[in-house]
């Protein structure tokens, strides 16, 4: 099976920084795009950045300037560094990549179980 699990949410004042980790593990042979998706109260799903596996990357208007995604493709991990942080930051934020389990098989989504980002003002 394959795991997306992320870290690195909390509680932070605005104008603070955080940075999130999502590790992708299990039966492994190819990751695609990597992406960062957040959630707030009430709201739909939303895509905050995307990191292709050669390292292009692609921002919500929201948020560029203030947040930077990275991968490292040894360790299956993606990275979201969200700096200069504002209240409508807070939500559910959720990994997301596209994975291959084998030369043969398809590329599947999958998710991690999020973790919240709550910005106080």
């Known amino acids: 099976q394959v795991q997306l699990v992320e870290s690195g949410g909390g509680l932070v004042q605005a104008g603070g920084s955080l940075r999130l980790s999502c590790a992708a593990s299990g039966s492994i042979f190819r990751i695609n795009t990597m992406d960062w998706y957040r959630q707030a109260p009430g709201k739909q799903r939303v895509l905050v950045a995307t990191?292709?596996?050669?390292?292009?990357?692609n921002y919500a208007d929201s948020v560029k300037g203030r947040f930077t995604i990275s991968r490292d493709n040894a360790k299956n991990t993606v990275y979201l560094q969200m700096n200069s942080l504002k209240p409508e930051d807070t939500a559910v934020y959720y990994c997301?990549?596209?994975?291959?389990?084998?030369?043969?098989?398809?590329?599947?989504?999958?998710w991690g179980q999020g973790t919240q980002v709550t910005v106080s003002s």
């Open positions: 990191i292709t596996s050669g390292g292009s990357t």
């Open positions: 997301h990549a596209e994975i291959k389990k084998g030369i043969v098989t398809p590329w599947i989504d999958y």
